[in-house]
């Protein structure tokens, strides 16, 4: 009797491919009809995909100035400000005092430049300087003066005028004027200058820069 021929098919453990897993049979003998065909185990090589990360940004600083965001390169960095405005203090031209030993009328001139210099604008402010600048004789003449209003200026001159000055000024210049001359330790450019206030005060109308004045002096 003889013994029917079977085929046996043995289950082996599945291969795992990738992401791909079913079972291979290993035939005993003839292949089975009702076996699912074989499969072929090949290896799928990994495809590995590097993408390069783009380089980190620079951190981003608000600039105080602009208002708007500035990239910043790791280090402090100082906005410089605008420059400090320079500063001029101006001294005042300091007044020469009067003592009534010389022409009032030639230190009026001189204390009206002084003003100028000094920037005095208003008559009380001037009047106020004229005071203190009054020494000796001239202190007792303006004695009871005060610097209030911008009429005291003209109060403080005329009481100079009635002490130091005097009535015939120009008779008295124009006499001085014939008779001065050059004192020995007196330069020309000095003696020339008293000869034009002189000639100032004795005829107070002329010109100075006239023909007829030049010729005079």
């Excluded at 291979?24 to 590097?50: E, K, N």
């Excluded at 420059?83 to 030993?101: D, E, F, L, M, N």
């Excluded at 009380?124 to 303006?142: F, K, N, P, S, Y």
């Amino acid at each position: 009797m003889s013994t029917p021929s079977t085929n046996v098919a043995t289950a082996m453990p599945s291969t795992s491919v990738g992401a791909d897993t079913r079972p291979t049979y290993v035939s005993l003998g003839v292949p089975l009809t009702s076996a699912p065909p074989l499969v072929s185990t090949t290896t799928v090589p990994s495809v590995v995909t590097t993408a390069s990360a783009p380089p980190p940004l620079p951190p981003v600083s608000q600039d105080p100035g602009t208002g708007g965001p500035t990239p910043s390169s790791g280090t402090v960095s100082f906005v410089a400000g605008p420059p400090a405005p320079t500063v001029i203090i101006k001294q005042p031209v300091s007044v020469r005092p009067y003592t009534g030993q010389s022409s009032y009328k030639a230190y009026k001139e001189y204390f009206e430049r002084i003003c100028l210099c000094n920037e005095w604008k208003s008559p009380t402010e001037c009047a106020r300087h004229l005071l203190v600048a009054m020494d000796g004789a001239a202190t007792d003449a303006v004695r009871g003066l005060k610097a209030e209003k911008d009429t005291d200026l003209a109060l403080i001159w005329e009481a100079l005028s009635r002490r130091f000055g005097h009535v015939d000024e120009p008779e008295r210049a124009m006499r001085r004027f014939d008779v001065i001359r050059q004192q020995d330790e007196e330069t020309l450019t000095l003696f020339e200058q008293n000869l034009r206030t002189l000639h100032r005060e004795a005829w107070p109308k002329t010109d100075i820069k006239s023909p007829e004045a030049d010729s005079l002096l």
